[in-house]
């Protein structure tokens, strides 16, 4: 089965400290790509990152990294110098079936003042 | 540029009724996504169109579900005789491809609530 396993409902982290969000998959595929969503309360999903899996180097966007580890099928979210903005939900993403994005149970992150 | 837009942004109506929800994609965007989100869950897939055609609507749960794309731009989806367990967050993204390495562009979302 292609499953995608976010097993931290919710975190919360003071501002300005550091968090990472885990995420683990189940697939076959050797080339694949990987996303983090951030949903807001006003709905909206956002894309946060992305990871290309035949590539080495680890994504960074800024604020936002991943540790991605294609043994483990592991590709978790980290977040530094964490902001208020940054509360949300943040659900981790596989295009299998190569168009059809699935996502996972999400976790709820808080950014506590 | 605009993103994609959703209407209506929330929808009431009562059990057995029909509705429509509509989906507005980014221009030049012949991908188009169908996502269903139940309370306190990650969204699931319903339907993907390139251009005109559903290329795969293997997620939409039963034949009360229907979407459409006449003109490769915008989407409707249709449900028909609503019943209490469809209500939901209903999603739309588009993206430039269907390739997996495009990023999908999601809208803001109809939340449909079926009394």
């Known amino acids: 089965a292609q499953t995608v396993t976010q097993s931290q409902p919710e975190m919360s982290v003071q501002e300005a400290e550091t968090v990472t969000l885990s995420c683990t998959y189940d697939?076959?595929?050797?080339?694949?790509?990987l996303f983090w969503y951030k949903q807001p309360p006003s709905r909206q999903m956002i894309l946060v990152i992305r990871q290309e899996a035949y590539k080495q180097q680890n994504a960074t966007e800024n604020r936002f990294s991943v540790n991605f580890q294609k043994a483990a099928k592991s590709f978790s979210l980290k977040i530094s110098d964490s902001q208020l903005g940054d509360t949300a939900m943040y659900f981790c993403?596989?295009?299998?079936?190569?168009?059809?994005?699935?996502f996972g149970t999400g976790t709820r992150l808080t950014i506590i003042p | 540029g605009a993103g994609v837009s959703q209407t209506p942004s929330n929808k009431v109506t009562e059990k057995g009724k029909y509705v429509e929800l509509r989906c507005d994609p980014i221009s030049g965007h012949t991908a188009l996504y169908w996502y269903r989100q139940s309370l306190g869950q990650g969204p699931e897939f319903l339907i993907y169109?390139?251009?005109?055609?559903?290329?795969?609507d293997s997620g939409l749960p039963n034949d009360r579900f229907f979407a459409v794309r006449p003109e490769g731009s915008v989407s409707t989806l249709k449900i028909q005789r609503t019943e209490r367990g469809d209500s939901a967050v209903y999603l739309c993204?588009?993206?430039?491809?269907?390739?997996?390495?495009?990023?999908?562009?999601f809208g803001p979302g109809t939340r449909l609530l079926v009394l």
């Open positions: 993403a596989f295009p299998f079936g190569n168009e059809k994005l699935t």
């Open positions: 169109f390139q251009g005109t055609g559903a290329a795969d």
């Open positions: 993204a588009s993206s430039l491809g269907p390739q997996p390495q495009e990023t999908q562009y």
């Open positions: 697939t076959s595929e050797s080339n694949y790509y």
